[in-house]
């Protein structure tokens, strides 16, 4: 199974910017598509950003549109979140996940997860 490691995560202020990344383990990276979700305490997983395998398509949650942005950089096997003009309601746990074919928003169609990585803004 593929590995996936998140890194980026922080204590930060309202209206500041964060950029996650979601390091790879496998060559094969390139032709998944990538994900990321978040969840914050006694909330459902929630879905932020997809990118498809050329990185040609991207989707974005309603919450994070117009302030976050999802990348990837299939040479270097990661994938980015860049998160602008946060809000305390961004604060959660994020989480990288990868699947094998299809694009979508829901987080039971991942096979692959990382072990996330905490953001916390506050206010």
């Known amino acids: 199974q593929v590995q996936l490691v998140e890194s980026g995560g922080g204590l930060m202020q309202a209206g500041d910017s964060l950029r996650l990344s979601c390091a790879a383990s496998?060559?094969?990276?390139?032709?998944?598509?990538m994900a990321w979700f978040r969840q914050a305490p006694g909330k459902e997983r929630e879905f932020v950003a997809v990118?498809?395998?050329?990185?040609?398509?991207?989707d974005y949650g309603d919450s994070v549109k117009g302030r976050f942005t999802i990348s990837r950089d299939n040479a270097k096997l990661t994938v980015a979140l860049q998160m602008n003009s946060l809000k305390p309601e961004d604060t959660a746990v994020y989480y990288c996940?990868?699947?094998?074919?299809?694009?979508?928003?829901?987080?039971?169609?991942?096979?692959?997860w990382g072990q996330g990585t905490q953001v916390t803004v506050s206010s």
């Open positions: 996940a990868a699947r094998v074919v299809g694009v979508t928003t829901s987080p039971g169609r991942y096979s692959y």
């Open positions: 496998e060559r094969t990276f390139s032709s998944y598509t």
């Open positions: 990118i498809n395998s050329s990185g040609g398509r991207t």
